[in-house]
């Protein structure tokens, strides 16, 4: 079984995603320490991020994130992220995602997600922001939840 914590790559991306939520919200999403990465992995709160290719897909994903949208760590990190909404949501997804683009972050998200098997949920005060590299580039988008209804 594939352990994400244990890719060295992903640890980069950890990081990468860690440190951008600080710099764009002032707060740590968890404490410092030499296990972050397999930390958030198994946090009972979400934590996903996807890449910056025109459509973008997931390229991570934490068990909290595998379990809600029912995927596999394979699944997950195929797919592209505009698929986590329903077509009639994608639109207000897309602006959301581009003022995440041009202002850092928000932490007052409230939307409507699917699971691959098409189950409905709610997402509330969710906080979406920029991940950058050490060179400060975009490196593509993260998202953190805890509360969720499911419809």
């Known amino acids: 079984m594939f352990l994400p914590f244990n890719d060295p790559r992903l640890k ?17 999403l968890l404490p410092p320490g030499p296990e972050r990465c397999r930390a958030v992995f198994f946090q009972p709160f979400v934590v996903l991020s996807h890449g910056t290719q025109d459509d973008p897909i997931l390229n991570y994903g934490n068990q909290a994130a595998l379990d809600l949208w029912e995927m596999t760590w394979e699944e997950f990190t195929k797919t592209p992220s505009r698929l986590t ?17 041009l ?8 939307g409507v997600r699917i699971s691959r098997s098409g189950r409905r949920f ?30």
């Not at 909404?85 to 683009?101: C, H, I, M, S, T």
């Open 103 to 110: 202002n850092g972050y928000i932490d007052t998200y409230r």
């Open 12 to 28: 980069i991306h950890v990081d990468q995603l860690l440190q951008s939520y600080l710099l764009w919200t002032g707060r740590q």
């Open 85 to 101: 909404a329903e077509p009639v949501n994608r639109e207000d997804r897309g602006k959301l995602l581009e003022q995440v683009r």
């Open 122 to 151: 709610m997402i509330e005060k969710g906080t979406v922001w920029n991940i950058v590299d050490e060179n400060k580039e975009y490196a593509g988008q993260a998202a953190t939840f805890s509360r969720y209804t499911y419809l």
